[in-house]
């Protein structure tokens, strides 16, 4: 498979451009970035090209991964998935629900594979685990705690400088992770309702489809001692907590990639593709809602 790489940030440079560099059965083909200087220099450190074109690129290639904010992406990834690209996009997939939809849509009618890259979701111990915990089912409740420090003095993070991250906080940066890895086990939301905390803290109560019900803790501004992240469920087996992190963002994105790989050779969408990230977005956007108008709001 023949992949591009859209972006050329922080994200792209630690993660993406390496991963696809060593990736077996990928061909990274080159680099675009909305400052040309840039997708060549990240380029050349990986003997790829740089495009200062985007058509150009999609031409080269049968996918893209997508490194870019959700205000740069959704318009993105349709204008390649009509060029008839694979998407590897990040979450969350757009800021809206109608870009999200139009992500969505143009998969759908390009019939092109499609994967969203949740980090946690793509976990070496988490994948094993997911899958057990929604098999077992019987679960009661569950609790989800992203504690981050991202804008606190003191902080060493490379994304303190993000607009988007600022802007939108912790409910649509840490938001999507929780939800990645409830959804699958509890079952899709129908009902969500939020509460402001200190800073960009939110505090949501999901109710699933299946009876259970959820909590999430969101922060990207907790005091640096007080960072973490943690879940867990409880119900007929017991209580159960996702597995500690081990490893680093690289990692899960090989799985995420094989994924793509395996959903565009089968024709069969992945769980996590721009559906599931569509649905990511709506729950968010409900939780907007809840928190500008107070009281639950359906999903």
């Known amino acids: 498979m023949r992949i591009g790489l859209l972006g050329t940030g922080t994200w792209a440079e630690r993660v ?127 609790r989800s705690d992203w504690y981050g420090s991202v804008f606190v003095p003191g902080s060493t993070s490379p994304y303190a400088a993000s607009p988007w991250r600022r802007e939108k906080g912790s ?28 800073m960009d803290a939110v505090h949501l109560v999901l109710r699933h489809a299946g009876g259970a019900s959820s909590t999430l803790a969101l922060s990207l501004t907790a005091p640096l001692a007080a960072g973490g992240t943690g879940m867990e469920l409880r119900g007929e087996h017991g209580v159960v907590q996702l597995p500690e992190r081990g490893e680093g963002p690289q990692a899960a994105l090989h799985r995420a990639l094989g994924a793509l790989q395996s959903a565009a050779a089968s024709g069969e969408p992945h769980p996590c593709d721009a559906d599931f990230g569509l649905r990511v977005v709506e729950i968010l956007a409900a939780a907007e809602r809840s928190l500008a108008e107070g009281g639950p709001v359906a999903v």
């Open 16 to 142: 993406h451009a390496p991963v696809l560099a060593e990736h077996p059965g990928l061909e990274f083909t080159g680099v675009w970035g909305r400052r040309p200087e840039a997708a060549e220099a990240l380029g050349a450190a990986h003997g790829v090209p740089g495009y200062a074109d985007l058509d150009r690129l999609l031409a080269d290639v049968d996918a893209v991964s997508v490194a870019l904010p959700p205000t740069v992406q959704a318009d993105l990834a349709v204008r390649a998935a009509e060029a008839g690209c694979h998407l590897l996009l990040d979450k969350p997939v757009a800021l809206t629900v109608p870009d999200a939809e139009a992500v969505a849509e143009a998969v759908r009618a390009q019939k092109v594979a499609s994967v969203v890259f949740f980090t946690v979701r793509f976990g070496g111990p988490q994948i094993p685990w997911i899958e057990e915990q929604a098999a077992l089912g019987g679960w009661y409740t569950g």
């Open 171 to 198: 409910l649509w940066d840490v938001g999507p992770h929780a939800l990645s890895v409830l959804l699958p086990v509890l079952g899709d939301a129908t009902q969500v309702t939020a509460v402001a905390g200190p």
